[in-house]
Each structure stands twice: as C-alpha cells, then as structure tokens.
C-alpha cells in the first residue's frame, strides 16, 4: 500500500493556494493530457465539504470513472478528498497548506491501494506508484504556476 508525499513552496497566499487546490476547473486544466473532465457531481468551481465529483480520464491507455468525495475540510488549512468509487481498491488524498514568510508550502499525502491484490502490488513496484507520482507532481507545478502568476483570477475571485 504506497503512500506517496510530496511538498511544494508556491509563493502565494495560502487561501488562494488551498483555493486553486480544490478547483475543479484548475484540475481539467492541470491534467489535460489525459483528458480528465469531471462528469458528474459537482462538475465546475471550487469543492466544498461533503461534496463528490465524478472523473472521467484516459490513464495508461484505458478510460476510467472515478468518484471522489471531499471528507475533511478545514479552511485553509487541509481537505481531503477519499475515492468513493473506481479502480483503486482505496484512495485517501490529504491536501496540507502551511503558512510561510514566503508564502505557502503546500503537501500532498496520496495513500492508495491498487486493486487486484497481488497483481496490485507487483503494478505499484513496475509502474503505477511512479505513474501517480508524475501525475501528482504535473498538477502540483500546475497549481504553483497559476497561484504566482497572474492566471488565478480565471479560477477563483480575490481573497
């Protein structure tokens, strides 16, 4: 069961950091490539407590749905978004905001488990953990680019 953690200093303030984290305009942006697009749920704007999302994208070749459901939220500093239903057996993904001087260290905490047991775990060791972390990482410098530049008003209003 991989637990893949990241941290990225963004020097912005950490409302619009944690805002364009849960945006869901910003994540179909970040991930284009795969052509995720959020299909059902709350499907544009910025995810709040208790509200689910379903995805819709095409990883390693093979189109997936997936929902997710935002589980724990505190303003602006944490939320957690858990898989209600999809591919993986279970999925957790803390998102952790810290004010700095320089503005916000922003941590991701993805605890997932693959699905078909063995088979599952002999993936995560040849390809998926590797995969999920580029994914991760890819949305990360997305999110880091916008909140320092002056994009972010495309996504969310002023804090």
């Given at each position: 069961m991989p637990i893949i953690k990241l941290e990225l200093q963004i020097?912005?303030?950490?409302?619009?950091?944690?805002?364009?984290?849960?945006?869901?305009?910003?994540?179909?942006?970040?991930?284009?490539?795969?052509?995720?697009?959020?299909?059902g749920g709350r499907t544009n704007g910025l995810l709040a407590e208790g509200e689910t999302v379903i995805w819709e994208?095409?990883?390693?070749?093979?189109t997936q749905r997936l929902s997710s459901?935002?589980?724990?939220?505190?303003?602006?500093?944490?939320?957690?978004?858990?898989?209600q239903k999809g591919v993986f057996s279970r999925f957790d993904h803390d998102h952790f905001f810290f004010e700095r001087e320089t503005g916000t260290m922003m941590s991701d905490v993805f605890d997932y488990r693959?699905?078909?047991?063995?088979?599952?775990?002999i993936a995560d060791r040849l390809f998926l953990e590797k995969y999920m972390t580029c994914l991760l990482i890819e949305r990360n410098k997305v999110i880091k680019q916008v909140a320092e530049g002056g994009n972010w008003r495309r996504f969310i209003s002023e804090n």
């Open positions: 020097n912005a303030p950490i409302e619009r950091v944690f805002d364009l984290a849960r945006s869901i305009d910003l994540h179909e942006d970040s991930l284009s490539r795969t052509g995720e697009r959020a299909v994208a095409r990883h390693l070749g093979i459901k935002i589980v724990k939220y505190d303003r602006p500093n944490h939320f957690r978004d858990s898989m693959s699905p078909f047991s063995v088979f599952g775990l």
